[in-house]
């Protein structure tokens, strides 16, 4: 079955630092790419998208991600964090036109 | 202002008791779902619909159903609630072929 795999359920980073989170999938077949972000109480934000071309894709908020095809990975970065980044992270895969499949998300807390 | 809007945000409700989940947005697109949002296990969708009187099953149907016969409504009906049915519901819409899901706010549902 098509899955997605996020290693990290809970970071604690302190400002400043560098971020990183993990997600693989499991599909051989074309993917379109997706990290959510929701904030305390709110409802889901695209950060940022992949459907095709540079597989380092920019999104909101100085966040970024790498397609890596061969490991079947799109990984979630950025160089410093902000106690703003506070929040619950999710990556999702898009098979095919109707389904939408998400990890089980990371949450990130960024103390000052 | 693009939104999709779900009522109510918050609600308590008892074991038995039909209760209606609505889904409203303003975009004109054609493709909308219901996702559940559990602690560790993500989003998980219940129904989606690719267009009006076109609904279909999702990962997790059981004790639900849904309704399309408008293209900018989507409700989820609970016909006979129960308590693990508790958690967070979010409607979302998609326009055609760009894949990005927009979310409402959420309805965080309690059955006792």
């Known amino acids: 079955a098509q899955s997605v795999s996020q290693h990290n359920h809970h970071v604690i980073l302190s400002e400043a630092a560098s971020l990183e989170l993990g997600c693989n999938y499991s599909?051989?077949?074309?993917?379109?790419l997706f990290w959510y972000v929701q904030y305390p109480g709110q409802h889901l934000q695209l950060l940022l998208k992949?459907?095709?071309?540079?597989?380092l894709v920019k999104g909101i908020k100085g966040f970024e991600a790498e397609f890596i095809k061969s490991k079947f990975s799109f990984n979630l970065r950025k160089p410093s964090v902000q106690w703003s980044d506070t929040a619950e992270y999710f990556c999702?895969?898009?098979?095919?036109?109707?389904?939408?499949?998400f990890g089980a998300g990371t949450r990130l807390a960024v103390h000052p | 202002e693009a939104q999709v809007t779900q009522n109510p945000r918050y609600l308590i409700t008892v074991t038995g008791k039909k209760l209606t989940v609505t889904c409203s947005q303003n975009?004109?697109?054609?493709?909308m779902s219901w996702y559940r949002q559990d602690p560790g296990l993500g989003l998980r969708q219940i129904y989606y619909?690719?267009?009006?009187?076109?609904?279909d099953k999702g990962d997790v149907p059981e004790g639900y159903k849904v309704s399309r016969k408008e293209k900018r409504n989507f409700p989820l009906i609970l016909e006979s609630p129960s308590p693990n049915q508790t958690s967070l519901y979010f409607c979302?819409?998609?326009?055609?072929?760009?894949?990005?899901?927009?979310f409402g706010e959420g309805s965080r549902l309690t059955v006792l």
């Open positions: 979302a819409s998609r326009g055609s072929n760009t894949g990005e899901l927009f």
């Open positions: 599909y051989g077949g074309t993917v379109n």
């Open positions: 992949y459907f095709s071309g540079d597989p």
């Open positions: 999702a895969v898009n098979t095919g036109y109707n389904k939408l499949i």
């Open positions: 975009m004109n697109h054609e493709y």
């Open positions: 619909s690719m267009n009006v009187e076109v609904t």
